[in-house]
C-alpha cells in the first residue's frame, strides 16, 4: 500500500464510503469521508444520533469494509494493524465477562493472544493494568460486586493491556450517572492522555468531547460526512475548573451550534 | 390442647433464624397436608373402594412394605431418565454449536428437529422397540428423542445472543471462531441451557415411563401397566408418588445447581 501519510499523522481516511446493504449501495452510511489524525491526538466525533459515529470506529478498527476509498493506519490497512494488537477499544457498555473476575477479565486478552507466554509475565503485566486503574482491591471481585465507574475502569483496562497505538472510544461514559461522568472525564484525561496515545472517541456529550479532545468532529446527519473539524486549544493538564471558564462555555455553544445545524439537517 | 401446640410451633419456626426457611416450606407443607386431609375424608365419607381410590394411609403402607422393590424400579426409571437426558444434553448442545457456525446447516436441521418434536412419541416407541430390543437402549433412546428439542432451541438461542460490544471486543483481539465459542457463546448460553434443563428434566422422567410402558420387564412404568391391570390401585399411587418425586428431585437439584453456576444472574448490583 502507498503511504500516502502527512509526517506527523498516523491515521488517514480518504473519500471512503459505507454501506450495510451490499445489495442496494445507494443507502450509504458513511459517504465521502475524509479525515487525517495526527499521532498522540484525542479527537471527538459528534453527531446526530444513528448517523453513522459507531460505524466509522468500526471501519477503523477493521471490524467493517468501506465499499470504496481507503482507510490507512501507519500504512497498513484497519485489519492488518489489528492482527498487530495495536488497536484497544473501549465501549459504552463495558465488554466484561460477568462470570470472571477483574483479574481473570484483564487476563482474557493475554490468554487469546498469548504474548508473553509466561504465565508470570502476564499477570505482570495484569497488576501493572490494575494499579493504572486503581482498581487493585477489587482484582478479585466479579462485575455484578463493582459500581458503574468501575466496570468502565475495567474496560478500559482490558482495552490498554497490549499497550494499543490508537484506541477507539465508543460513547464510553454513556451509560454512567452525571456525577460518575463527570469523574471519570478526568480518570480518563489522566490515565489515556498522559501517555501520549492516539484517541478516538465517539461520544453524544459535547462537554466530554470539549473537555477531553484536541479536535472535535462534527458529521452530518446519515450518511455521515465531516460537516467541520474545531480545534480544541485548552493545555494539556485540564482540571475541572476548566468547565467555569468563558472559553470552555464559548466553545460547547459553537459545537452545540454546529451540532443543531447538522440535526435540523434532517 | 393440639392448637396450642400447632400456635406455638408456628411461633417460634416463624421468627428468627428459621424465618426464611420456615416461609418457603411451611405454606405447601399445609397445603399438602390439607389436601391428604380431604383425600381421606371424600374417600371415608363416600365409601369409595380402594381399588378405584385407596386412602392416602394405604399408598403409604404400601411403600413401607416393600421399600426395596420400589427402591429398585425407582433407580431403574431413574437411571434410564437420567441417561438419556444427558445423552440429549450432550448431542443437542454439539449439534447447536455446529448449526450456529453454519447457517445452511442450520436452515437443514431445523425441520427434522422439528418434526420429530411434534410427532407424539408415544406413536414411535413401539418401532424403537423393534429396532432396539427390549433392554435398557429403547427406554434411553425415547428419553433421548423426548428430551433434545428444548435443549437444542435455547442452546441455540443462547449461542446466538452474544452481546454486540462483547463481540466486537472479541474481534478486536483476533480471536478465532472457536475461541469466541468458548470463551464468550457457550458462558452467554449457560443461563439459557439452564431454563432448557427445567423442561427436559420432567420430560426425561416421562420419556422412561413410556419407554418402560412398551418394554414392560422394569422400572415404575411397568409396575404402573402391571398394577393397573391386576387392579392393585395402591402399588399404582405408590409409583405415580414416586414419579413425581424423581421430577421433583431432579428439578431442584437443577435449581441448585443453577444457582451456583449462574452467580452472577442471583446477585443484586451494588451500583
Redesign the interface.
Known amino acids: 500500500m502507498v503511504n500516502i501519510l502527512e509526517n506527523n499523522s498516523i491515521l488517514s481516511i480518504q473519500k471512503v464510503d459505507h454501506c450495510y446493504d451490499k445489495q442496494d449501495t445507494n443507502k450509504l452510511s458513511v459517504s465521502n469521508l475524509n479525515l487525517v489524525i495526527n499521532s498522540g491526538e484525542f479527537v471527538s466525533i459528534i453527531g446526530p444520533s444513528g448517523c453513522g459515529k459507531t460505524t466509522i470506529l468500526?471501519l477503523i478498527?477493521g471490524?467493517l469494509s468501506p465499499i470504496s476509498g481507503e482507510i490507512s493506519i501507519f500504512g497498513f490497512t484497519p485489519k492488518d494493524f489489528?492482527?498487530k494488537?495495536s488497536?484497544?477499544?473501549v465501549?459504552?457498555?463495558?465488554?466484561i465477562?460477568?462470570?470472571l473476575t477483574v483479574f481473570q477479565n484483564l487476563l482474557?486478552?493475554l490468554?487469546?493472544?498469548p504474548v508473553p507466554s509466561k504465565n508470570s509475565q502476564q499477570q505482570g503485566i495484569v497488576e501493572n493494568i490494575l494499579s493504572r486503574i486503581q482498581m487493585e482491591p477489587y482484582s478479585d471481585f466479579?462485575?455484578?460486586?463493582?459500581?458503574?465507574g468501575m466496570k468502565q475502569r475495567v474496560g478500559i483496562g482490558?482495552a490498554l493491556v497490549f499497550d494499543p497505538k490508537i484506541l477507539l472510544l465508543?460513547e464510553p461514559l454513556g451509560s454512567l450517572d452525571e456525577i460518575t461522568r463527570g469523574h471519570m472525564r478526568y480518570d480518563l484525561i489522566e490515565n489515556l492522555r498522559s501517555k501520549n496515545k492516539t484517541i478516538i472517541m465517539v461520544t453524544h456529550s459535547i462537554e466530554d468531547a470539549v473537555v477531553m479532545s484536541d479536535q472535535i468532529i462534527v458529521l452530518s446527519k446519515n450518511p455521515a460526512t465531516v460537516l467541520t473539524q474545531i480545534p480544541v486549544k485548552f493545555s494539556v493538564n485540564r482540571t475541572k475548573d476548566l468547565e467555569y471558564r468563558t472559553e470552555f462555555i464559548s466553545l460547547v455553544n459553537q459545537v452545540k451550534k454546529y451540532l443543531s445545524v447538522s440535526t435540523n439537517d434532517f | 390442647m393440639i392448637f396450642k401446640m400447632l400456635y406455638k410451633f408456628l411461633n417460634i419456626i416463624f421468627s428468627g433464624k428459621l424465618k426464611p426457611f420456615a416461609f418457603k416450606i411451611v405454606p405447601p407443607l399445609f397445603l399438602i397436608i390439607l389436601i391428604l386431609l380431604i383425600w381421606e375424608i371424600i374417600v371415608r365419607s363416600l365409601g369409595i373402594p380402594d381399588y378405584v381410590v385407596p386412602t392416602w394411609q394405604q399408598v403409604i403402607s404400601e411403600l413401607y412394605m416393600k421399600p426395596m422393590f420400589f427402591i429398585e424400579h425407582s433407580l431403574i426409571t431413574l437411571m434410564e431418565a437420567f441417561s438419556g437426558f444427558i445423552l440429549g444434553m450432550i448431542f443437542s448442545i454439539f449439534l447447536a454449536a455446529v448449526m450456529v457456525h453454519n447457517n445452511l446447516l442450520e436452515r437443514s436441521i431445523y425441520p427434522i428437529a422439528l418434526m420429530l418434536k411434534v410427532t407424539p412419541i408415544i406413536a414411535i416407541a413401539p418401532l424403537i422397540v423393534i429396532w432396539l430390543g427390549f433392554g435398557y437402549s429403547p427406554k434411553i433412546f425415547i428419553t433421548f428423542l423426548i428430551t433434545f428439542f428444548p435443549i437444542l432451541i435455547n442452546a441455540l438461542t443462547g449461542f446466538k445472543d452474544v452481546d454486540n460490544n462483547k463481540y466486537r471486543f472479541f474481534q478486536i483481539l483476533n480471536a478465532s471462531k472457536f475461541e469466541i465459542f468458548l470463551k464468550l457463546r457457550f458462558f452467554t448460553a449457560i443461563p439459557y441451557l439452564f431454563s432448557a434443563f427445567k423442561i427436559s428434566i420432567p420430560l426425561s422422567v416421562i420419556g422412561a415411563v413410556v419407554g418402560e410402558w412398551f418394554t414392560g420387564n422394569s422400572g415404575l412404568g411397568s409396575i404402573i401397566l402391571v398394577s393397573n391391570n391386576e387392579l392393585q390401585t395402591s402399588t399404582l399411587f405408590a409409583s405415580i408418588l414416586l414419579l413425581s418425586l424423581i421430577g421433583c428431585l431432579l428439578t431442584v437439584c437443577t435449581n441448585l445447581l443453577e444457582k451456583k453456576v449462574v452467580f452472577w444472574r442471583y446477585n443484586i448490583f451494588i451500583d
Open positions: 468500526n478498527a471490524l489489528r492482527t494488537k488497536i484497544g477499544m465501549f459504552q457498555s463495558p465488554a465477562l460477568p462470570w482474557l486478552p490468554q487469546i493472544n466479579y462485575p455484578h460486586q463493582l459500581s458503574g482490558m465508543d
